[in-house]
């Protein structure tokens, strides 16, 4: 009788997913939902910013593979931005796991000349965060800046009150509750290279 209801309540719950419905569904993905918060420190705007998470595979970072990694760009399109909260947010479905950042890639555009800042991190030691298969979380807004040359990010505040108006600011995007997720320090090796021949951006 118990299997006969446990059948029941699946199927009722499924029916809930229409086939065109592209929302997250907490609890019932294989997949993970990752807000993150950018916002640019007051003191350079002009630059555009990438901070590169990557997941951990072991003691090391996964292969360098758009499978493995989130990639945050202020001033995206289709990004979320809310009246009266600095920066904007993004979303991503990605594969559950381990994720680190990698590092901070800034470049500012002056005609027809583009001046790059790098931030990778050496580490070992780098913010990182995780998320199980059909969670939804959320890791809070990170601030970009150039000090020194260098690109930088650092967590700005992890902020309910953020979360729920980049929500409520756009189409439902998420079935189910999203979690406050704090980042922790995760020490992982880092032997420099850069993404290919043809780009001063560096990655471990």
């Known amino acids: 009788m ?17 086939p065109d419905d592209d929302r997250f569904h907490v609890g019932q993905s294989d997949r993970s939902f990752v807000i993150i ?31 493995y990694l989130i990639q945050a760009e202020t001033n995206s399109r289709g990004s979320i931005r809310v009246r009266g909260v600095p920066g904007e947010f993004l979303v991503f479905e990605v594969r559950p796991g381990t994720y680190a950042l990698d590092g901070v890639y800034a470049i500012i555009r002056d005609r027809s000349v583009n001046y790059v ?3 990778l991190i050496e580490g070992p030691p780098r913010p ?8 939804a979380v959320y890791i809070g807004i990170w601030q970009s800046n150039i000090e020194d040359v260098r690109a930088v990010a650092r967590l700005w505040r992890l902020d309910d009150a953020d979360l729920r108006a980049a929500l409520n600011s756009t189409e439902e995007l998420v079935v189910g509750p999203v979690r406050l997720r704090e980042t922790y320090e995760r020490a992982v090796a880092c032997t420099p290279r850069r993404v290919n021949t043809l780009s001063q951006r560096r990655i471990c």
Do not use: Q
């Open 2 to 18: 118990r299997l006969f209801f446990a059948i029941l309540a699946a199927l009722a719950l499924a029916s809930c997913i229409t």
């Open 37 to 67: 918060g950018l916002a640019e420190s007051a003191e350079n705007t002009s630059a555009r910013y990438s901070l590169l998470w990557r997941m951990i595979d072991g003691e090391s970072f996964a292969e360098f593979d758009d499978r």
């Open 117 to 119: 800042a790098d931030g």
């Open 128 to 135: 990182a965060f995780d998320v199980a298969a059909g969670e």
